[in-house]
């Protein structure tokens, strides 16, 4: 039955989950919106296939992670502390489930199959948008998950002419829908590793950085065309009206982060000397301080390294980029190129956003997704290599 197959209702509770919350997480239930109950259930689901596993699979590197959120979690323990330990554990263990399940050609397989009806349905609801009707879909978290599915259309299905199309008719969704730091992250992370992929490592990155100075020669008729979409337009410049000089002097809508995050830095380095600024005040702390400090819309720092830094400390810095150079340096190893590939622009897309947004707090929308697809990218390694789960 497909409901007591944990590899194919893994897959499906995520994206399901995704798109539920993107149309009707804001919705309040009781004293907590359904986005934060749909995240609840899909942690308690996920504890529940892995201890329904024969085996579990945790590499070296994941367990200082689990031990910092562990001991955050101690030391804070207040509404945000505990959403925001829920929200990232949440993602870590879809990542150990990945890793746990076995790998296959086939569950690969079923894995193009359930993204490609999702983006199906996605695209039905963009196109509802489109055309008028009461669709919420223009949220920047709602983007990020349409972002997310539409390149793992790209790369998984690009041999399918209509999930292609439709991927790309997501792409221009997320451009027309103004979540700016969205749409760069998109762009980068896509060209990026697909130039990777083309070249050897040597000619890719000079080639990529020749794209870019191609790009910044013709970056003031570019600039022309992304602006002239009002919704982008109205959303970056406080008079809604674009002028090329008005970026270079960095006078723009960054929606509050040119005050917001110098006050931050200068939290985090008033603590230098004290032993918070070495192992962080808690999770949740960083909000804690926003709205204190700068107001109730102001419950995350819209950058994920002041988040780590403040909340985590030095320390948990040092144990979350230790955790990504080990995960891509298996990514790397990986000969299955489909999976290769996605799980690298994944991981750009991820960097690229967390330096404007909170991609760890939007476990539904990216987090899960993205830690699980990595696990399975991880588990096929033991199969090349012949090594049972």
């Not at 504890?47 to 992670?65: A, E, M, T, V």
């Not at 193009?112 to 199906?120: A, D, V």
Request: with cysteine.
């Amino acid at each position: 039955m497909f409901l007591l197959d944990i590899k194919k209702s893994a897959i499906f509770l995520i994206l399901l989950s995704g798109l539920i919350s993107s149309l009707l997480g804001t919705v309040n239930v009781g004293p907590a919106t359904l986005h934060f109950y749909i995240v609840l259930i899909n942690f308690i689901a996920c504890l529940f296939f892995i201890i329904n596993l024969k085996k579990i699979k945790i590499f070296s590197f994941i367990l200082p992670i689990f031990f910092l959120l562990f001991y955050n979690f101690i030391i804070f323990d207040g509404v945000f502390g505990l959403l925001e330990n829920l929200y990232i554990l949440s993602a870590f263990i879809f990542f150990v489930l990945g890793v746990s399940l076995f790998y296959s050609d086939d569950y690969f397989l079923f894995i193009k199959k359930i993204i490609n009806y999702f983006i199906i349905f996605i695209s039905i609801f963009c196109l509802m948008f489109f055309l008028g009707l009461d669709v919420d879909l223009d949220t920047r978290w709602s983007s990020i998950f349409i972002a997310v599915i539409s390149l793992c259309g790209l790369v998984l299905s690009k041999e399918n002419f209509l999930i292609k199309s439709l991927s790309i008719f997501l792409l221009f969704f997320v451009l027309f829908s103004g979540s700016r730091g969205v749409l760069l992250a998109l762009i980068i992370s896509y060209f990026f590793v697909s130039i990777l992929f083309k070249y050897k490592i040597r000619y890719s990155i000079p080639f990529f950085l020749l794209i870019l100075f191609i790009f910044y020669i013709f970056i003031e008729r570019f600039l022309g065309f992304i602006f002239s979409i009002d919704i982008i337009r109205d959303r970056t410049f406080y008079d809604g009206v674009y002028d090329y000089s008005k970026i270079i002097n960095f006078e723009f809508d960054s929606s509050g982060r040119d005050i917001a995050w110098p006050l931050y830095w200068n939290g985090i380095i008033g603590r230098i000397g004290e032993f918070s600024f070495l192992i962080g005040s808690g999770a949740g702390s960083i909000s804690e301080f926003g709205v204190d400090k700068l107001g109730a819309s102001w419950e995350h720092p819209h950058n994920e390294i002041i988040r780590v830094i403040y909340d985590y400390g030095l320390l948990g810095l040092i144990f979350f980029i230790i955790f990504w150079i080990s995960l891509i340096n298996k990514i790397l190893k990986v000969k299955q190129i489909y999976l290769k590939k996605i799980s690298l622009i994944l991981v750009v897309f991820m960097f690229v956003i967390m330096l404007t947004d909170n991609p760890l707090m939007y476990p539904l929308y990216f987090g899960n997704l993205l830690m699980f697809i990595l696990g399975i990218t991880c588990s096929s390694l033991y199969r090349e290599n012949k090594v049972e789960i």
